[in-house]
């Protein structure tokens, strides 16, 4: 029987900063444009950490009754460890994608933006099908697009379509940034995991791509980020309070960019997750400001 702590780490807590972030940035987004409205930001906030709890779980589920995850470096794998009943981490993948969907209901009655129903709907399948089902995609080198559109375009730009039914050049950047950097956590992830990806047959973007090609694809994913920031001071002028989060880019860079290799990329892991996070809060701090001097 899996403990608490196994189960929580189970849960890959470190990944949170990718569903923190986009609704960061949607909410400011919004704010930017003069119609921010808490009481749905926390909505937001919850269906989108409901959907990353829920995916972690389901792919922990998935590679672990495939055998793939035998051989992996970094969380515990509650399955593929053989800690916890596959039946279990299956519920609690579902409870969670439950969770979301309802709270995603709520979001979009109280908001009155029907038409994101779609986006909730396909989300649940992605955050499934990333590594179950028949076909998972993210054994086909499709993770990184998918993270980007629903950790990235669809998140932030929902969240600020929710709150202020219009969207700007500002949103747009940095939903793209966002997308950017969560996409930069999947690479590193899987960078990590390439030799062992590939004994299991895993065609992960990094594995068709290889360590090299795999490397250069994090550092231009990091530069596209800070270039969104430009971007979005073309509206909003504060925005430009987001490249402060830039110096939290070099170490992750140079680890990255080193010949470093399983276990080794471990910090650079966590650091391109607080990277994220570092982002999106001096974003939104930016764009929150942007009232106060248009």
């Known amino acids: 029987m899996a403990t608490l702590a196994q189960w929580t780490e ?16 949607g909410t400011a987004s919004a704010h930017a444009l003069g119609s921010s409205d808490l009481a749905l930001a926390l909505l937001a906030l919850l269906v989108a950490l409901g959907l990353q709890v829920g995916v972690n779980f389901a792919n922990d589920y998935s590679d672990g009754i495939r055998g793939t995850d035998e051989d992996r470096v970094g969380p515990v794998r509650l399955v593929g460890q053989r800690l916890a ?20 209901l709520a979001l ?12 909730g709907a396909t989300a649940v399948w992605a955050a499934w099908n990333y590594t179950g089902g028949s076909r998972p995609y993210g054994y086909r080198g499709l993770g990184e697009v998918m993270v980007f559109l629903f950790f990235g375009l669809f998140a ?14 500002a949103s747009v950047a940095g939903a793209v940034g966002c997308g950017a950097l969560a996409c930069a956590i999947l690479v590193t992830n899987n960078l990590r995991d390439l030799e062992g990806d590939r004994a299991a047959g895993k065609r ?15 550092t231009w994913l990091v530069v596209g980020a800070f270039v969104m920031v430009l971007v979005a001071a073309v509206a909003h002028p504060t925005a430009l309070v987001g490249l402060l989060a830039a110096p939290l880019a070099l ?31 001096a974003l939104t701090i930016g764009l929150a400001l942007a009232p106060l001097v248009g």
Request: charged share 15%; aromatic share 8%.
């Open 108 to 119: 979009v009655a109280l908001s009155e933006t029907w038409a994101l129903l779609l986006v």
């Open 204 to 218: 992960t973007l990094a594995v068709r791509l290889g360590f090299a090609r795999t490397r250069e694809l994090y």
């Open 156 to 169: 932030v730009l929902g969240t600020t379509w929710t709150q202020a039914h219009r969207l700007d050049l």
């Open 85 to 104: 009943d596959p039946g279990t981490v299956k519920a609690a993948a579902f409870a969670c994608f439950f969770a979301a969907c309802v709270l995603g």
């Open 10 to 25: 189970g849960a890959r807590p470190r990944t949170l900063p990718a569903a923190v972030a986009p609704v960061l940035v």
């Open 251 to 281: 170490g992750p860079l140079r680890v990255v960019r080193s010949d470093a290799v399983g276990r080794e990329l471990l910090p650079a892991l966590a650091r391109t997750g607080v990277l994220q996070l570092g982002y999106a809060v």
